[in-house]
């Protein structure tokens, strides 16, 4: 029973990391915010991995691990990425509080639909990857206008039922997929590390990866709307 209640510690770990990026963004240290939200990243990556082996579902019956990790992941991929938006200025000021709020909102619903999460493992619309994308605007340092539009899709992707890979668990090219997602971060950590002044070769490979996965996730979901 105490490594099942580690597992959950593990996971609830990922709240303290984020309230750490919140108090780094208030301080203009943006570099330090995207480091503990590479932290948060990593422990839900693996925190699936260690409760399903510690058999917490069946040692702590009347512990929601589920809503657990849901609550992290809207504090860490949710919250924190839309406070950045705001006060690092991703988009024009006068937008800014707007998108905050549609990042917000729209992931409200994603997070607490019944089949926000398939039987057979995939996600149902965006799945609220936005620290990741916030994290890709910065670097690229593109216009505010193109900003706000690429945020305003997503926000509104939440909404429309495309199927997504859920990248360590969809059984369809589930190895060459946690492969090059792997290879994926080790660049992602690159570009960090790089921060501010990312090569923009590192982050132009870097990007090959996410298109890979919106690919594979629309080819699927197409397949699936056929049968």
Known sequence: MASAWLVHLYTASSALFGFLALTRIFYDRYRDAFFWLAVTVLIDATDGLLARRADVASR???FNGAKLDDIVDYV???LVPAFFVWHALLVPERW??????A??????????????????????GFPSYWNIVVFYLYVAGWPLTVNLAILLLLAALVFVPIRYVYPSRT?????????LGVLWGVLMIAMLWQLPAVSRAIFWASLL????YVVLSLALALRHDRA
Not at 96 to 101: E, F, N, P
Not at 103 to 124: C, E, I, Q, V
Not at 171 to 179: C, G, I, M, Q, S
């Open 60 to 62: 702590l019956p009347r």
């Open 209 to 212: 990866f996410p298109a890979y």
């Open 103 to 124: 990042m917000l909102l729209s992931s409200a619903y994603g997070f607490n639909r019944d089949d926000a999460k398939t039987a057979d493992h995939f996600y149902t």
């Open 96 to 101: 800014a509080v707007a998108v905050a709020s």
């Open 171 to 179: 059984p369809v090219l589930r190895t060459p997929t946690v492969v």
């Open 76 to 78: 860490t991929y949710v």
